[in-house]
Nanobody, 125 residues
């Protein structure tokens, strides 16, 4: 079955960097668009970034556009989120998601079919 496993979260000071990874299995990874979402304390889950099947197109939320970079390695069935210049407001559980429709241009949770369990990112001030 589809499995998405996030890793790389942790505690970092404001201004620091982290790279999240999401290892995928159980499906044809290269046929899916992939995305990252996050859910802060007491908040709804929100879109962070997405990438097309071949990695040629990306789409990011305005709040992270100049700081976070999404990428993928189809040979390793892995998608990454490089996060730089982290801010306390980036504190959240970060989730990896897969879209069979290939919706790399969408920020809607409904366009993503499968989800990982999440990894905690905490940014201290």
């Amino acid at each position: 079955q589809v499995q998405l496993v996030e890793s790389g979260g942790g505690l970092v000071q404001a201004g620091g960097s982290l790279t999240l990874s999401c290892a995928a299995s159980g499906f044809a990874f290269s046929r899916y668009a992939m995305g990252w979402f996050r859910q802060g304390p007491g908040m709804e889950r929100e879109f962070v970034a997405a990438i097309s099947r071949n990695g040629g197109n990306t789409y990011s939320a305005a709040s992270v556009k100049d700081r976070f970079t999404i990428s993928r390695d189809n040979a390793r069935n892995t998608v990454y989120l490089q996060m730089n210049s982290l801010k306390p407001e980036d504190t959240a559980v970060y989730y990896c998601a897969a879209s069979a429709r290939g919706s790399w241009y969408s920020d809607s949770l409904q366009d993503f079919d499968s989800w990982g369990q999440g990894t905690q990112v905490t940014v201290s001030s």
